[in-house]
């Protein structure tokens, strides 16, 4: 069963449709017993980073996304989820988890492309470059797109855990993966075939890979 | 770099598409979760549905519409028409929806994007602005005038204003329909659109009058939109959405290619 981590970060609800529709049996929950007995954990959310860390650090499930990142549990961050296991966040200046050392940017407002001002969110479709060699990454076309909703973007203190990237304006990471961790800035769930493949390899992966 | 997005836009009432959809071997679609799919397949990056029924039963239909949707295509999809308050978001939201789209109601309460912002994120929000060409006086500088009711009430408001206040409200974009361009056919009103997205920060969807490839060319490169809304033109298969995605590839402007 996969689990998914409600933290009352926006609704959850379309991943779940998008695991049914793989024939991947999935759950909603807050209950951290629940997600315990979970193969794979997804740990969505929109919204604010300030805000989410209070619901995670209220219910207590920030401890144990700490501890289910440590046992080897596989764990994929999406929109959200991938920004608040950094350490820190521009967005309403937030302490995140932790999990994986870097920073959440904020878009610089004067971004531009071919002359004009670009927009803030990046909204819409956008390629993501991944490396290659990563299973939950795997089989994907050179050309795919895929559907982002952000103001900020990752920045992984160690280049190494870029596992995908993006350009708007500026070249920003999309995709981190660190051992049994994956976090993606888009919206696999929204994004169509290719967003179905990602969260497919997900839920068959074991969880190992040699960075 | 972004692609533009191209989405075509289906009326429901009472659970049913009002313009029926052809699709291969010309059968006619009314059933707006096979049209959505029949779109989804075709490469919509996107879809917008607007329902325009008025009674309390026709609602409940609509959600039980957007939740067989939500478990058939994976893109976004917008939900509007008739939606008022926060409650009316929640329920279009939870059965499935990423976007709600206001537009009288706004104009009506202002504070109601705020709300919607609030509970649920500005990206949910979208603007649904109806605006007509006027001569320009005090109240309207811009010459466009807001409109509401389906076009039908003249509101004396400034639609450039409109968008801007809207914006700061909390919109997190905004689906511009011409009332003079629309059903037509002979193109998007290009001067308006320009207009409205170079003074606001949050993405643009044009809308009305879209008959050909090239007025969706037209629209995203002088008009400055981010997204080109469609209807006829592929609801009576003149076009299908890859081929006009690839006329635009072809002509330098970006489109999703692969789905």
């Not at chain 2, 949050?202 to 469609?230: M, Y």
Request: charged share 25%; proline share 4%.
């Amino acid at each position: 069963m996969i689990g998914i981590v409600d933290y009352r970060a926006g609704n959850l609800t379309s991943v779940a449709r998008a695991l049914e529709f793989l024939r991947q049996p999935c759950l909603v929950t807050n209950d951290p017993h629940i997600l315990d007995d979970a193969s794979h954990i997804i740990f969505p959310g929109v919204g604010a980073a300030g805000a989410a860390m209070e619901n995670l650090r209220g219910s207590g499930l920030d401890g144990h996304l700490r501890k289910w990142v440590k046992e080897g549990k596989p764990v994929l961050g999406i929109c959200l989820g991938t920004q608040v296991i950094f350490d820190d966040s521009e967005e309403d200046e937030t302490t995140c988890l932790g999990i994986v050392p870097g920073l959440v940017r904020r878009f610089p407002a004067d971004l531009k492309a071919d002359g004009r001002r670009l927009k803030i969110p990046h909204m819409g479709w956008n390629r993501v470059v991944f490396r290659k060699d990563h299973p939950v990454f795997a089989g994907l076309p050179e050309d795919a797109e895929f559907y982002f909703v952000h103001a900020f973007y990752p920045a992984p203190a160690d280049e190494d855990w870029a596992a995908g990237w993006t350009d708007y304006g500026i070249r920003f990471c999309s995709a981190v993966a660190k051992g049994n961790l994956v976090a993606v800035q888009f919206h696999p769930e929204k994004s169509g075939r290719p967003g179905l493949a990602v969260l497919d390899n997900f839920c068959r992966w074991g969880g190992t890979y040699a960075q | 770099m972004l692609s533009k997005r191209i989405i075509p836009c289906l009326d429901v009432r009472a659970g049913k598409l009002t313009k029926g959809v052809k699709f291969q071997g010309n059968i006619d679609i009314g059933d707006p979760v096979e049209a959505a799919r029949a779109y989804y397949e075709q490469g919509a990056d996107e879809i917008v549905f607007y329902d325009i029924t008025a009674s309390a039963e026709g609602r409940s239909i609509m959600i039980d519409v957007v939740r067989r949707v939500a478990e058939t295509i994976f893109i976004p999809f917008s939900v509007g028409g008739g939606i008022r308050t926060v409650e009316d978001m929640r329920r279009v939201i939870l059965a499935g929806a990423e976007k709600v789209s206001v537009n009288t109601e706004a104009v009506l309460n202002p504070a109601v994007i705020a709300e919607g912002a609030r509970a649920f994120g500005s990206q949910c929000i979208v603007l649904g602005m109806d605006v007509k060409k006027c001569l320009n006086n005090a109240e309207i500088p811009s010459g466009y005038e807001m409109v509401i009711h389906g076009g039908r009430t003249q509101t004396g408001r400034d639609a450039l204003a409109w968008a801007i206040e809207a914006e700061r409200l909390g919109a997190g974009e905004i689906c511009l329909n011409s009332i003079d361009a629309d059903g037509t056919q002979d193109g998007y009103e290009i001067e308006l659109t320009r207009l409205i997205s170079s003074h606001v920060h949050i993405p643009v969807i044009a809308s009305g009058g879209a008959g050909k490839p090239e007025h969706l060319l037209d629209v995203l490169t002088r008009g400055q939109a981010d997204a080109a809304l469609i209807a006829s033109m592929v609801h009576y298969r003149t076009y299908t959405i890859s081929e006009i995605k690839r006329f635009l590839q072809d002509r330098g402007v970006k489109t999703r290619l692969h789905w």
